[in-house]
């Protein structure tokens, strides 16, 4: 039961809304501006194309899942993903502020609070979503068949967190 692309699907749909991004508009408007404007127009979010080959390296994974992944693909600018033998996982970043992170987390299926990572952070049905201030959102979403992952629950939350925070770190 991979649920992920699902969640993906709402992350990407709420970061390119309409008025999303209405507190930051220069954040807006470089996201708008596509991957056509080169380095120079480049937005935090630009990291999610090569997040999960640069971030999901095999001690990562082989911490993760019961079986290596397959390369790493690109989704879009802002997101990547893993697929392995029954299963995801999936980094989607967004340029957003906190009222953002706090509205898309409303769409969050048995999310509850997860410490030492950004500066909130929720964990949820399928992974984990957290925010950096003044405008950096991680979500990571990891799922599929029993036995695809090799961690779960606090442990799980944790080391998705883990890449959040190298991620918030990093600048494009």
């Known amino acids: 039961m991979t649920r992920s692309p699902v969640y993906l699907a709402i992350a990407l749909t709420l970061a390119n809304a309409p008025g999303h991004c209405a507190k930051s508009g220069a954040n807006q408007s470089a996201s708008s501006a596509g991957g056509s404007s080169g380095s120079s127009g480049a937005t935090w979010s630009s990291l999610g194309a090569t997040a999960c080959a640069k971030y999901l390296t095999p001690d990562v994974t082989g911490a993760l899942l019961t079986d290596p992944p397959g390369p790493a693909k ?8 893993l697929d ?13 502020g906190a009222a953002g992170f706090d509205a898309f987390s409303k769409n969050l299926v048995d999310a509850h609070p997860i410490s030492g990572i950004g500066d909130k952070a929720l964990q949820h049905a399928t992974g984990i979503a957290a925010f950096k201030a003044p405008s950096k959102v991680c979500t990571i979403d990891a799922g599929g068949a029993p036995g695809f992952l090799k961690q ?21």
């Open 152 to 172: 779960s629950g606090e442990q799980l939350g944790q080391s998705l967190g883990a890449v959040c925070n190298k991620l918030f770190a990093a600048t494009p």
């Open 84 to 96: 392995g033998a029954g299963g995801n996982i999936s980094i989607t970043l967004i340029d957003d």
């Open 74 to 81: 690109t989704l879009s600018r802002q997101a990547c993903a």
